[in-house]
């Protein structure tokens, strides 16, 4: 007669959530090995039930409680029993380590539906069961991956889709087509080409815009990263081998998308920069003494707390927090501009407007022909150095020019590209509000709004000897009371080339134009 004391747990397991869903399968395993302990003599001790978790992989939820469960000699267990061999593992290897770790404890593994006994032959045949069930899942992966790739070379993007795209089908067949937070993926892309701020600012700019995943959340840094660098977003496919062109529509042009590799790439040994900004210190860095010293900050400590001041490291150069910003503010606003002045510039801009927008539109078509022309440049370079006629060495340091200079050219396409269909009245309101008041309007901006506003102002920085501030170069949006007529003049606080190419000159409208609507983002930010 069995031997009443036995105690055996129960393992069900189905891989599908169609199959949780119905639920009849998990039913019909309990029920077997339910009945199996019965006939064999075993007291149920406890019932574990994965609910769809693959068998490819050991590292299951109630697979693992079980085998800890198993691990406690007081709880007596002396059989593991399930439906079939594969609801315990579809790989062999893991299989023979479950076993093993049962082994161990003293544990069996039984199958309601395949027989075999604890002797040479019947160890043999598990290990043909176990091998069967690894050669049954091993087709339907070999099936599974033939059919991703035939949809591959097809054109069709068959996994989860990613953020700013959505899983459809389309004649019955599976795809991806943009949903609503297309736009919000675009503009995070142009952003970036723009190489103006860093990318940490730019992704909780977005964010704070709504760009979230799927389940609502805010976009993490990680995935942000990973998003500029995915080929799915000019319309490439790779995976499995495969490298195709897809048959879904793109969200941005593989221009922009190379302009954005080549800022990432530049930008990886700015990190440490932007992680010494310090909210409580915006001007540091920023303002210089006469003789060369940087201005920093530090928190000095009071009797009942501790208080932010500003100093150079020279004697007598220290400044309370308050103080300094406040002389700063009233640097800014001695270029307040008048409601006279107001009425003129909105006049001239008004004016000059269809004008810019031709000068940009021709800029850009030489900008543009210029990036070909640096392209070849690199490829006759690469061609020399094949040939032998130049080192390495030289190669590398050529090459790393070039692609600073597309970098920079490209950046000023991206940022012009749309100047014609931006709204110039809200950016005229936004600049007026601004001169109107720049000291208040400073104050109120977030840290790298701030520290943009501030180099777009005064590009070669402000120094300040510790009773006047004074600068060597000044935006000309703050010099309107100097009138509208500017002059030829280059690019705002300009990277000057190393490859002694100068551009053609802005002509003065289109650059004031151009750098009104630059400060307005920065203040829209």
């Known amino acids: 007669m069995p031997n009443a004391n036995k105690k055996a747990v129960i393992y069900c397991r189905v891989s599908t959530k169609e199959q949780v869903d119905e639920g009849g399968s998990l039913a019909t395993q309990e029920k077997n090995?339910?009945?199996?302990?019965?006939?064999?003599?075993?007291?149920?001790?406890?019932?574990?039930?994965?609910?769809?978790?693959?068998?490819?992989?050991?590292?299951?939820?109630?697979?693992?409680?079980?085998?800890?469960?198993?691990?406690?000699?007081?709880?007596?267990?002396?059989?593991?029993?399930?439906?079939?061999?594969?609801?315990?593992?579809?790989?062999?290897?893991?299989?023979?380590?479950?076993?093993?770790?049962?082994?161990?404890?003293?544990?069996?593994?039984?199958?309601?539906?395949?027989?075999?006994?604890?002797?040479?032959?019947?160890?043999?045949?598990?290990?043909?069961?176990?091998?069967?069930?690894?050669?049954?899942?091993?087709?339907?992966?070999?099936?599974?991956?033939?059919?991703?790739?035939?949809?591959?070379?097809?054109?069709?993007?068959?996994?989860?889709?990613?953020?700013?795209?959505?899983?459809?089908?389309?004649?019955?067949?599976?795809?991806?087509?943009?949903?609503?937070?297309?736009?919000l993926v675009v503009q995070a892309f142009n952003e970036v080409a723009k190489n103006i701020q860093s990318v940490n600012e730019i992704h909780r700019q977005m964010v704070r815009a709504g760009l979230a995943n799927k389940k609502g959340k805010p976009v993490s840094k990680g995935y942000f990263y990973s998003m500029l660098t995915n080929e799915l977003y000019v319309g490439h496919i790779n995976g499995l081998g495969e490298h195709v062109k897809g048959v879904f529509e793109p969200l941005i042009s593989q221009e922009l998308f190379d302009q954005v590799q080549r800022v990432l790439k530049r930008r990886t040994h700015r990190t440490v920069m932007y992680k010494r900004d310090n909210e409580a210190f915006p001007l540091r860095r920023f303002i210089f003494h006469p003789t060369g010293k940087k201005l920093t900050g530090c928190w000095c400590k009071g009797r009942n707390n501790k208080y932010p001041y500003y100093l150079f490291h020279l004697k007598g150069m220290m400044f309370r927090k308050e103080y300094l910003e406040t002389a700063f503010k009233l640097f800014l606003n001695q270029f307040k501009m008048s409601e006279e002045q107001y009425s003129k510039l909105e006049k001239y801009v008004r004016q000059n407007l269809i004008q810019s927008i031709e000068g940009q539109r021709k800029q850009n078509v030489q900008s543009e022909n210029y990036v070909v022309e640096l392209k070849e440049r690199q490829k006759a370079l690469i061609q020399k150095n094949i040939s032998g006629i130049i080192s390495d060495a030289l190669l590398k340091e050529q090459l790393d020019l070039i692609e600073e200079e597309i970098t920079r050219i490209s950046s000023s396409i991206i940022s012009y590209s749309g100047f014609e269909k931006r709204h110039i009245a809200g950016a005229l309101d936004l600049v007026v509000k601004y001169l109107k008041n720049p000291g208040a309007v400073w104050e109120m901006l977030p840290l790298q709004s701030k520290l943009r506003l501030q180099w777009f102002n005064f590009p070669k920085g402000v120094s300040f000897d510790g009773k006047k501030f004074q600068t060597a170069e000044i935006c000309r949006l703050l010099t309107t009371k100097e009138g509208f007529e500017p002059s030829l003049s280059s690019w705002v606080n300009p990277r000057k080339s190393k490859l002694n190419r100068n551009l053609p000159k802005y002509v003065g409208a289109q650059q004031f134009i151009q750098q009104m609507v630059e400060l307005s983002e920065i203040l829209s930010d």
């Not at 006939?39 to 039930?49: P, Q, W």
């Not at 068998?55 to 002396?78: F, H, V, W």
């Open 33 to 183: 090995c339910r009945e199996y302990a019965l006939k064999s003599g075993y007291d149920i001790a406890s019932v574990f039930i994965e609910q769809g978790e693959s068998a490819k992989t050991k590292d299951r939820t109630e697979l693992t409680k079980l085998l800890t469960y198993c691990s406690s000699r007081k709880n007596g267990i002396s059989a593991v029993i399930a439906y079939k061999v594969d609801r315990i593992a579809r790989n062999i290897d893991d299989y023979r380590q479950i076993r093993l770790l049962l082994k161990k404890h003293g544990i069996e593994i039984k199958s309601t539906s395949e027989y075999f006994e604890d002797t040479p032959a019947g160890r043999f045949m598990e290990n043909i069961i176990a091998n069967v069930a690894q050669f049954d899942n091993d087709v339907r992966t070999e099936r599974c991956v033939g059919g991703m790739k035939e949809a591959i070379r097809e054109g069709r993007f068959v996994w989860g889709a990613p953020l700013g795209y959505s899983n459809i089908k389309i004649g019955g067949k599976s795809n991806i087509a943009p949903n609503d937070m297309a736009s």
